[in-house]
């Protein structure tokens, strides 16, 4: 059966999309098709209620698996509740069975950080971050037990080529909102146009990863999306100076095969913008969420939308080919059901 299963997503693959095109198909199941390496990453997951995507995201055969944040739903400066709430998510059957097989990284967002919509301003932030490193299983002497913000960097090598795997956290330092700000992002977005995401410090370590970078891909991970600017929540659109700067980190950084991975949205979504000076286009794939989604959807702008927009519990995976520099990006439901797919050329 799963050979009948490879051969059709072969044909469906060579008839049903080009290089750079998103399309929606509900009939395809996600398969093992062979990658040189694979990533699967999602968003927004809580305990309390069915966690359905574990083993479908087990068959999809990942080489490591990222949490883009909202990984618990704590909301709370109380950190004997949220060392609860990932304890809790720990025992889920599924994602033991994942831990069991798979390598875990990620960041956070806001609900795990501890404050919704929270930043800089969260007063436990520190203590937040030694319960977050718990969870990820984190040696207690490590580096990043003494650093400020949950960000770093893993490296995969395989015999064919190199994933450099970036993880920022876009709320340790990021810049508070007060009433008027987010009134104002609110009613009109993408002109905030002050402050920071990623602080001084994550700023200087990001440059430093992409401009001395040798890996064939460089995958970001945003807690937050990048690209998509208009719908008035949590972006980076809402700082388009950190968007411009970020845009040109990528260029002049010469790094090959720079995507950015995001959540936090309930919805999931393919973005893409040209920049200038490279080679390929960057890419926004937004996966969210894992156990619950915006289910009343009915739209909203995006400029740099590709495909349509997906509505449904889901993750992400990325498929890499090392030979090519394609990455076929996937959501993928319930029962391994495709719900949008993206390949993208990276020469």
């Given amino acids: 059966m799963k050979r009948l299963q490879n051969i059709f997503y072969a044909v469906f693959i060579l008839f049903g999309f080009s290089p750079g095109k998103a399309q929606t198909d509900t009939t395809a199941i996600a398969t093992t098709k062979m990658a040189d390496f694979t990533i699967a990453f999602g968003s927004c997951n809580k305990n309390s209620i069915p966690n359905l995507l574990w083993d479908d995201i087990l068959n999809t055969h990942p080489d490591v698996w990222i949490w883009g944040g909202d ?8 950190m004997q509740k949220l060392q609860e709430f990932y304890e809790a998510q720990e025992n889920v059957e599924g994602y033991k069975k994942l831990k069991e097989k798979v390598p875990v990284i990620g960041t956070w967002d806001d609900h795990d950080y501890g404050l919704n919509d929270g930043g800089v301003e969260y007063k436990s932030k520190k203590e937040s971050q030694q319960v977050f490193l718990d969870f990820f299983k984190v040696p207690k002497g490590s580096p990043r037990r003494a650093q400020e913000g949950v960000y770093a960097v893993h490296n995969y090598e395989t015999p064919k080529g190199t994933v450099k795997v970036v993880v920022l956290d876009t ?41 001395t970078s040798t890996a064939d891909f460089n995958i970001l991970v945003s807690s937050i999306q990048v690209l998509s600017n208009e719908h008035g929540f949590e972006t980076w659109g809402n700082f388009p100076h950190e968007v411009d700067k970020l845009q040109k980190l990528i260029a002049d950084s010469k790094a090959k095969g720079v995507v ?29 969420g894992l156990t619950h989604v915006y289910s009343s959807y009915s739209g909203e702008a995006n400029p740099y939308r590709v495909g349509a927009v997906v509505s449904e519990v889901s993750f992400g995976t990325l498929s890499f080919n090392f030979e090519t520099s394609h990455i076929i990006f996937k959501m993928i439901g319930d029962e391994g059901k495709v719900l949008g797919i993206l390949e993208q050329g990276f020469k």
Avoid: C, M
């Avoid at 936090?264 to 200038?276: A, G, Y």
């Fill in 260 to 288: 950015v991975l995001s959540g936090d949205r309930h919805i999931s979504e393919f973005s893409k913008t040209p920049i200038e000076g490279v080679a390929y286009p960057l890419i926004d794939f937004t996966s969210s």
């Fill in 71 to 78: 990984n618990v739903y704590a909301d709370t400066d109380n």
């Fill in 171 to 211: 709320r340790y330092f990021r810049t508070a909102l007060t009433k008027d700000t987010v009134t104002k992002k609110r009613t009109k977005p993408n002109t905030y146009g002050e402050g920071t995401v990623l602080g001084t410090t994550q700023w200087e370590w990001l440059a430093n990863e992409l401009n």
